[in-house]
């Protein structure tokens, strides 16, 4: 299984990006679809989650201006950001925790880079 992140790029304080990430290979069922984020001699955390069951999860700190989104037919994850700060800025990972008929396993893609500028 590979997960393919794009939407990353520069954009000025109060802007908007869109990431997605599609999944591809021996795919069975999607269980969570997530997106982390982490900024440099930091750990990476979580952004936002979307569980198989329809429940969300945000991080504090995007409660309201992030929004996450999934396809299942498309095994593909959004992430809305609205309102961009420049703490926002980060490589921004997606997860997804993958059914591939006898085991969950997870999956990282490569990171897309979101450079907020104030």
């Known amino acids: 299984v590979q997960l393919q992140a794009s939407g990353g790029g520069l954009v000025q304080a109060g802007g908007s990006l869109r990431l997605s990430c599609a999944a591809s290979?021996?795919?069975?069922?999607?269980?969570?679809m997530g997106w982390y984020r982490q900024s440099p001699g930091k750990q990476r955390d979580m952004v936002a989650q979307?569980?198989?069951?329809?429940?969300?999860n945000y991080a504090d700190s995007v409660k309201g201006r992030f929004t996450i989104s999934r396809d299942n037919a498309k095994n593909t994850v959004y992430l809305q950001m609205n309102g961009l700060k420049s703490e926002d800025t980060a490589v921004y990972y997606c997860?997804?925790?993958?059914?591939?008929?006898?085991?969950?396993?997870?999956?990282w893609g490569q990171g897309t880079q979101v450079t907020v500028s104030s």
């Open positions: 979307s569980l198989s069951g329809g429940m969300t």
């Open positions: 290979g021996s795919i069975f069922s999607i269980d969570i």
């Open positions: 997860y997804m925790n993958v059914w591939n008929r006898r085991e969950l396993v997870g999956y």
